[in-house]
Nanobody, 127 residues
Framework: QVQLVESGGGLVQPGGSLRLSCAVS????????MAWFRQAPGKEREFVSA????????YYGDSVKGRFTVSRDNGKNTMYLQMNALKPEDTAVYYC????????????????????WGQGTPVTASS
């Protein structure tokens, strides 16, 4: 059973940076498409970023393009999300997810594509 554990969340001032990590256990990161989603209070879970297992291609939600960067270290079995220029509207619980197969770029942005989820790490951008 694959387990995902997120870390790195916290409180940061607007304009600041954080780096989230997602460690994969009981499985190999290299065999999964990986993604980050977020969910703010009272809102639906929203796609943030994904990285494809086959070629490392990356995808971003419109609201984070140019500010967030996703990466993976297969040797450490860990995925990262570098978040810069954080805004109050980035405040949410951030979840990592893992899924198999070769979904299209459209399906990579859907929660239903992923089989495994972490417990989430909260991020708050506030002064």
């Amino acid at each position: 059973q694959v387990q995902l554990v997120e870390s790195g969340g916290g409180l940061v001032q607007p304009g600041g940076s954080l780096r989230l990590s997602c460690a994969v256990s009981e499985g190999s990161l290299s065999t999964y498409n990986m993604a980050w989603f977020r969910q703010a209070p009272g809102k639906e879970r929203e796609f943030v970023s994904a990285i494809r297992r086959a070629n490392g291609a990356t995808y971003y939600g419109d609201s984070v393009k140019g500010r967030f960067t996703v990466s993976r270290d297969n040797g450490k079995n860990t995925m990262y999300l570098q978040m810069n220029a954080l805004k109050p509207e980035d405040t949410a619980v951030y979840y990592c997810a893992a899924g198999a197969g070769s979904p299209t770029s459209t399906y990579l942005k859907l929660t239903s594509t992923y089989d495994y989820w972490g417990q989430g790490t909260p991020v708050t951008a506030s002064s």
